[in-house]
């Protein structure tokens, strides 16, 4: 019995990593690429809008509002390391203002993404 079920999920698996695959880059990613077609960098922009692709469509506000909900996140991340490397690094003299200025430049960056998004 065991045998059996190994074999049919041997048989199985491929069919259905196929099947996923083609869904995952069928029709669903032609809107990601018709949208991230104008960036500088499409392949990032691909990867990072393709969760979106689903919702937004061909509706070009929601294509922007996604993107600025990624920057966010991203900026967020960097913000998050450059704090813990003021609190836990070594930094001094014009280094650390350097690094103070770098926190407060994408911590203003943040505030103006939020804005953007309407999220005062």
């Known amino acids: 019995m065991a045998r059996a079920s190994k074999l049919v999920?041997?048989?199985l698996l491929p069919a259905w990593m196929k099947l996923?695959?083609?869904s995952a880059s069928?029709?669903?990613n032609s809107y990601v690429r018709d949208a991230c077609?104008?960036?500088h960098y499409p392949?990032?922009?691909i990867h990072s809008l393709a969760p979106f692709s689903q919702t937004a469509k061909r509706n070009p506000t929601t294509?922007?509002?996604?993107?600025?909900?990624?920057?966010?996140?991203?900026?967020?991340?960097v913000v998050q390391y450059?704090?813990?490397l003021k609190r836990y690094g070594s930094m001094r003299g014009r280094n650390r203002v350097a690094l103070l200025d770098c926190i407060d430049c994408f911590q203003n960056t943040l505030d103006n993404l939020h804005k953007s998004?309407?999220?005062d």
Do not use: F, N, Y
């Open 26 to 28: 069928g029709h669903g």
């Open 37 to 39: 077609s104008v960036t």
């Open 9 to 11: 999920l041997m048989l």
């Open 82 to 84: 450059l704090i813990k």
């Open 63 to 77: 294509w922007a509002r996604a993107g600025v909900s990624v920057s966010v996140g991203e900026a967020k991340i």
């Open 20 to 22: 996923l695959c083609t």
């Open 117 to 119: 998004l309407g999220c």
């Open 43 to 45: 392949d990032v922009c």
